[in-house]
């Protein structure tokens, strides 16, 4: 089964300072889809942004970004110019295309310090 | 709807008592999934769903845990004599197909007392 690691359990950011989360992930597939999803204390998970493995682009979502390694299996996320209101619980998550099953890291608590 | 519901948001049982958890998807979602997460962890699978097949129950934790969806719209989940350790989170995603992403519910936080 695939796994994927979050080496960081907590980070913290100076409000509108830039911010980088880790994740590594480990597989024998060669195309497949990776996630950041962000996880208020509301508790619904939400998409910040995806990466298809076949891109070579890093993809961009106005303040966030991805730093996609293919070969080092690694996927992760900038965000640029903090905000208090990026305080959450981000979780990394890799697609299985032929079972359509996603696995989660055990996340990234990010505090944003005004 | 305009986004995947679950019901109820909260739900406190006695142990041993059996329990019902609802989720309704996007209309049109094709797949839904099923989620435990205990508090500080990522969301552990329990169970997919293609339409009213159920594909993958492998993450279910015991045969104390039942999920249908009969009709490949409405889901339910649910855990017969309920035990401390099912308490958590469940969270319900959907998505349409292929590599879409999950659209998940607001989770239903369970307490066993």
């Known amino acids: 089964a695939q796994t994927v690691t979050q080496s960081q359990p907590e980070m913290s950011v100076q409000e509108a300072e830039t911010v980088t989360l880790s994740c590594t992930y480990d597989t024998s597939e060669s195309d497949y889809y990776l996630f950041w999803y962000k996880q208020p204390p509301s508790r619904q998970m939400i998409l910040v942004i995806r990466q298809e493995a076949y891109k070579q682009q890093n993809a961009t979502e106005n303040r966030f970004s991805v730093n996609f390694q293919k070969a080092a299996k690694s996927f992760s996320l900038k965000i640029s110019d903090s905000q208090l209101g990026d305080a959450a619980m981000y979780f990394c998550?890799?697609?299985?295309?032929?079972?359509?099953?996603?696995?989660f890291g055990t996340g990234t608590s990010l505090t944003v310090i005004p | 709807g305009a986004g995947v519901s679950q019901s109820p948001r909260y739900k406190v049982a006695k142990r041993g008592q059996d329990v019902a958890l609802r989720c309704d998807p996007i209309s049109g979602h094709v797949s839904l999934f099923w989620y435990q997460q205990a508090l500080g962890q990522g969301p552990e699978f329990l169970t997919y769903f293609q339409n009213e097949a159920q594909l993958d129950k492998s993450g279910l934790p015991s045969d104390r845990f039942f999920a249908e969806r009969p009709e490949g719209s409405v889901s339910t989940l649910k855990i017969q004599r309920t035990q401390q350790e099912d308490s958590a989170v469940y969270l319900c995603a959907s998505n349409p197909t292929g590599p879409s992403p999950l659209h998940f519910g607001n989770g239903t936080r369970l307490t066993v007392t």
């Open positions: 998550a890799y697609r299985s295309p032929p079972s359509n099953q996603f696995y």
